[in-house]
């Protein structure tokens, strides 16, 4: 089977779906990556072939010879039309944002798997890339952070004086939430943290931080996700959230929906009520940002704090980010082909769960109802 590594198109994504080390190591496929696909991410065409890799320029011609196309981003459209019928492609689709990219595969009669849909099973923990990618979003978020503050993480004690440690809050405590936990606590930051679900009030203090406890009553989620809460709900957080952000000198959110827009944590009367030089990293920033002034893809100070929209964070970390990332998606290629041959189970969780086109049609109702709460949320 013919496996095709594209290169990326999207600005600023640095990421490869494929690595040498990790190309070596799939035998049983017969792997060509795009000329200067792995360069961004530290990855020569050399490394590629020497792990046993071609390396094609032509782009059109590799879409055209793949049985399989591994991309980070969805495929734009012009190579969809270049894909054979009966093809597979694998990535971050994006079912909720792309929907013509979903329709496109869907009329090509490609059989499209998106990574976003692979359900958080334990079996698919090795394929899980929204978690591998958010871990690295956590932990680059804190770095971005602390450079920009102008104040120590630890606390200092020198001959010139005592320096208390930083203060930071983390607002989200899914994967990327824990990760920045961890790092600001590995800096010396006193952290504090909170998230819609209790059931992550053990994991929070087991790092080392303090779950902040709101008088609230969170609607539960389904999965271990947390699904959207009342605007009610929203507006008393806010309320409860106010003094713990203007004590911090670095806030972190990572709170987010599947398939909605972000929820607003921190309005702007919150972050003017912050010290002057104070952070807020909004790593939920690529589907809108919690906090109200985020402008996704930006860093900017408003009346002196800084508001860093940065998206695709987990892009900033390419090679680690990439290495991660092709391992999961050559675990799920593995599962979806065991003996080198596609062998759809529909009946298996897995493969049922992240197929999104396949046969001509649109196959998964979970990518549909994205689909339709984004064209919703676009309405509102
Ligand atoms: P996510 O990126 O969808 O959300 C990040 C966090 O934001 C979540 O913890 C969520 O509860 C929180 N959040 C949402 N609305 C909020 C609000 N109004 N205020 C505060 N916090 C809010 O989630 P994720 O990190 O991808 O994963 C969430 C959970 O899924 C994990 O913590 C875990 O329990 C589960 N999970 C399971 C597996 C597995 O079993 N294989 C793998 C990964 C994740």
Request: contains cysteine.
């Amino acid at each position: 089977m013919k496996i095709g590594v594209l290169s990326e198109t999207v600005p600023g994504e640095r990421r490869v779906a494929l690595v040498p080390d990790v190309a070596a190591k799939l035998t049983g496929f017969e792997v060509t990556v795009q000329a200067g696909a792995g360069e961004a991410a530290g990855f020569t065409d050399e490394a590629y072939r020497e792990a046993g890799a071609a390396v094609e320029s032509d782009r059109a011609r590799l879409v055209g010879a793949s049985d399989v196309l591994l991309s980070v981003q969805p495929p734009p459209l012009a190579d969809v039309a270049h894909l054979r019928k009966g093809a597979a492609t694998i990535g971050f689709l994006q079912p909720a944002t792309q929907a013509a990219a979903v329709e496109a595969l869907a009329a090509r009669g490609v059989t499209a798997f998106s990574l976003e849909l692979l359900p958080r099973i334990s079996r698919a923990q090795s394929m899980d890339a929204l978690s591998s990618q958010a871990s690295l979003a956590g932990y680059k978020g804190v770095l971005m952070a602390a450079n920009r503050l102008g104040k120590f993480f630890p606390m200092l004690m020198t001959a010139a004086g005592t320096i208390p440690p930083a203060r930071v809050l983390v607002l989200g405590a899914g994967v990327a939430g824990l990760q920045a936990i961890a790092t600001a606590r590995r800096l010396g930051a006193v952290v504090e943290a909170y998230d819609v679900r209790p059931a992550v009030k053990e994991e929070v203090k087991s790092l080392g931080a303090k779950f902040l406890e709101l008088d609230l009553e969170a609607q539960e989620g389904q999965g271990g996700y947390a699904r959207e809460q009342s605007e009610e709900f929203l507006t008393r957080q806010r309320e409860l959230l106010g003094e713990r952000v203007a004590a911090a000198d670095v806030v972190v959110t990572t709170a987010a929906i599947p398939g909605r827009r972000a929820p607003v944590l921190v309005t702007a009367p919150m972050v003017h009520g912050m010290r002057r030089g104070s952070v807020i990293v909004d790593l939920a920033s690529d589907t809108g940002g919690n906090c109200e002034l985020t402008e996704p893809g930006q860093v900017r100070e408003v009346q002196g704090v800084w508001l860093d929209g940065t998206t695709n964070v987990p892009a900033t970390v390419a090679l680690h980010a990439s290495q991660l990332y092709a391992r999961n998606v050559t675990n799920l290629l593995k599962h979806l082909a065991p003996e080198g041959e596609l062998k759809l189970d529909f009946e298996d969780e897995i493969t049922k769960g992240c197929c999104v086109t396949h046969g001509g049609q649109v196959v998964s109702e979970r990518a549909k109802q994205l689909i339709e709460s984004a064209a919703e949320n676009t309405r509102r």
